[in-house]
């Protein structure tokens, strides 16, 4: 982490409260939260991008589990499908978790930009176009 970031509280407090914007539009809706924390920790200064991928990974299950615990308790819950898409995420998180510590830091950044645009045009797409 950058030492110039950290001593500036402003920018630490403005990337909490937009972490906490994330972790509740996460809890939600949940697509795109990973760029979105990344981008945060960015401009708080890390540049370690393993470090920050830890991070967000530590976050993101986080959200993901305070989420589920309030659709469980509000009995919201399609159990079948819930568990494949748990399935899914576990795998996921292994293996994104495995192999991008195997990846040069530069070309972490570059598959991060290039899904996110990926996604994005998508979703324009799907919403504009079509």
Known sequence: MDAG?????GRIWGAIFF????SI??????AGIGILMLATLGFIGMNNIYEMNTLKTILGSLI???AALWFIGAGLIDWPRASVMTVGAIIGYYLGSHYSQRIPQARVRQIITAIGFVISGITFYQQFVR
């Open 64 to 66: 993901n589990v305070m």
């Open 25 to 30: 539009y996460g809890g939600y809706f949940g």
């Open 5 to 9: 970031a950290a001593e500036k509280p």
């Open 19 to 22: 972490q906490f914007l994330v």
